[in-house]
């Protein structure tokens, strides 16, 4: 009797736990394309596309080292397209001695994982996944007793167990974050190096028509696909970013340019997510680059703080948070989804160029999620499951567990600020000053009210003013409130009929493009 070996579409690693210590000859590996995965959020077409593709290499990698791999493929006429469904049936085909798993990062698929004894005679063993620094218990004693889980000290913590940057017990160059160097605004011509390109081969042209074929009407462009689908193929992007883009990955790393999708960002955070790249690994090879004086200390801090610091407090914020975040709403925010979050048709130039990138490459940068898009969903009151469900169904990197936190936490202060110590909310001047949007904008960025004035201006007051009782005795909102009570009581009135009249002419999305929001998340 074997072991069965079910491995999920994100955990595409040699080094997954769960392989680590069985025989070959003695173990089959269960992967499965199953539509409920695709289709409990209707998923991005690159992101189903990447995610098959990369499932499918994986196989044939396993397969060609000597595992044996059952594969159910989508089109398998007996695929039941749930994981539970296909564990029963791999469970009644190879009548295993144990069924070995590694934990999910969903709670969803966790939920359904923890009845999967139910329903087979033979143990069932969830394994940590080890791939993280942190592991969920670790985090959840780092938590305990603290009123706010900030980032900052968390990320401390993992320089000092991991050594990156760190020299003896201090930090390298004696502070522990460079951010504040890191936020530069575009020149004018500010254009990144070409990503490599990795143009599909077999396998990824024929799960892009299974995906035309079965997926059509999801969201999304699949002829510009280029993500890597492999450990290699990552490993050619990885050694791009360092040697291409990480020397001025920090500078830039906050500015927007109209048209420059990638600029200096490592884009890396799919293949990550899958498991085709180690972070600590690319950890260290950053700092190497800082050692042999190829990049400087801010870039390579704040590429690192990205991955041992805000990944891992993300996704332990995300297992100590659930299920309750996916439900939190502090700011009662009930405002349905706009459509133009789909179709990109707005006249707002950041908001129309952030959905096109999002579109066109199942990808946009931290600072178009969190500054434009996540923060115009934040001032316009936008119910936060609705805007949760639309960043896990367009990005390539996400996951329930890197985006909920993200989007709940940090772009919404729907946790109430568990997560983030004020609201990320930004008037246009922000948007103007990291951007190349706003002079091609039919708004005035400058003007603050009326029908022409950008309507992020007016949005911010009137958020700020709704919210009052929520919001205003936090002391980093301190000097906005005072701002306000001290403006004229008629311009005051202005700035509210603005947003008021752009609020009410917002169209709700056509519900077909998302879920059908069920009233909470169900296990599959
Ligand atoms: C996102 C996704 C999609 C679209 N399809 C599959 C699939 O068919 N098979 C699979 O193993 N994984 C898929 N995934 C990724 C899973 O949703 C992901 O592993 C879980 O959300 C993690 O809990
Ligand atoms: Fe966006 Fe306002 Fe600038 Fe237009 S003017 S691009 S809406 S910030």
Redesign the pocket.
């Known amino acids: 009797m074997t072991v069965l070996v079910p491995i ?4 595409l690693s040699h080094a997954l736990a769960s392989l680590q210590g069985c025989a070959k000859n003695d173990t089959i590996v269960l ?4 539509a409920e ?2 289709t409990h959020v209707r ?1 991005h077409k690159a ?2 596309a990447l ?2 593709s990369a ?1 499918r290499h994986f196989a044939a990698e396993l397969r060609a080292d000597g595992w044996q791999v059952d594969y159910i493929g ?1 089109d398998d006429p007996e695929n039941s397209n749930s ?1 539970t469904g296909e564990v029963i049936r791999a469970a009644q085909r190879h009548a295993p001695r144990l069924i070995r798993v590694v934990e ?3 709670w ?3 939920q359904a994982m923890l009845d999967w004894q139910t329903f087979t005679p033979c143990p069932v063993e969830i394994l940590p996944d080890s791939r993280f620094l942190c592991s969920r218990d670790e985090f959840a004693g780092w938590a305990a007793g603290r009123k706010e889980l900030r980032m900052e000290f968390f990320y401390r913590e993992m320089r000092r167990r991991t050594g990156l940057l760190m020299d003896g017990k201090d930090p390298v160059g004696g502070k522990w974050n460079y951010d504040a160097e890191n936020r530069s605004g575009p020149p004018p011509g500010l254009k990144g190096p070409p990503l490599p390109s990795f143009a599909p081969d077999g396998i990824t042209a024929e799960v892009i028509d299974l995906v035309e074929a079965h997926f059509a009407d999801h969201f999304g462009a699949l002829d510009r696909f280029n993500w890597p689908v492999t450990a290699g193929e990552a490993e050619l992007a990885a050694s791009a970013f360092l040697a291409e883009r990480l020397p001025t990955f920090g500078q830039w790393q906050d500015a927007m340019v109209r048209g420059q999708d990638f600029l200096f960002h490592a884009v890396l955070s799919p293949a990550i997510n899958l498991g085709l790249l180690d972070p600590i690994d690319l950890c260290r090879r950053a700092e190497a680059e800082y050692r042999a004086g190829r990049a400087p200390l801010a870039a390579v801090e704040g590429f690192i703080r990205q991955l041992i610091g805000w990944r891992e407090y993300i996704r332990g914020v995300y297992w100590l948070e659930m299920p309750g975040l996916a439900e939190d709403n502090f700011l009662e925010a009930n405002r349905p989804l706009p459509d133009f979050y789909w179709t990109g048709q707005t006249d707002m130039a950041c908001l129309a160029d952030c959905v096109r990138t999002t579109r066109d490459n199942a990808y946009a940068h931290h600072i178009q999620r969190l500054m434009v898009l996540g923060n115009f969903a934040l001032l316009a009151g936008i119910k936060p499951q609705e805007v949760a469900d639309w960043f896990l169904v367009v990005y390539a990197d996400a ?2 567990w890197a985006e909920l936190p993200n989007v709940a936490g940090m772009a919404l202060f729907a946790d109430g600020g568990r997560l983030a110590s004020k609201p990320y909310a930004a008037s246009g001047a922000y948007i103007d000053r990291m951007s190349t949007y706003c002079g091609s904008c039919r708004y005035k960025v400058k003007l603050k009210t009326g029908p022409d004035a950008c309507p992020f201006n007016s949005l911010y007051w009137h958020f700020l003013d709704r919210n009052a009782a929520k919001l205003s005795r936090n002391m980093r909102l301190a000097n906005p409130y005072a701002t306000w009570r001290r403006m004229d009581e008629s311009k005051r009135a202005e700035y509210l009929a603005s947003a008021e009249a752009f609020l009410q002419q917002l169209q709700p999305a056509d519900a077909g493009w998302s879920r059908q929001h069920q009233e909470e998340r169900s296990p599959c």
């Open positions: 999920l579409g994100d955990q992967m499965m394309e199953v995965e695709a998923h992101k189903i995610i098959f499932m989508l994981f999910p990062g969903d969803r698929v966790e996951f329930d």
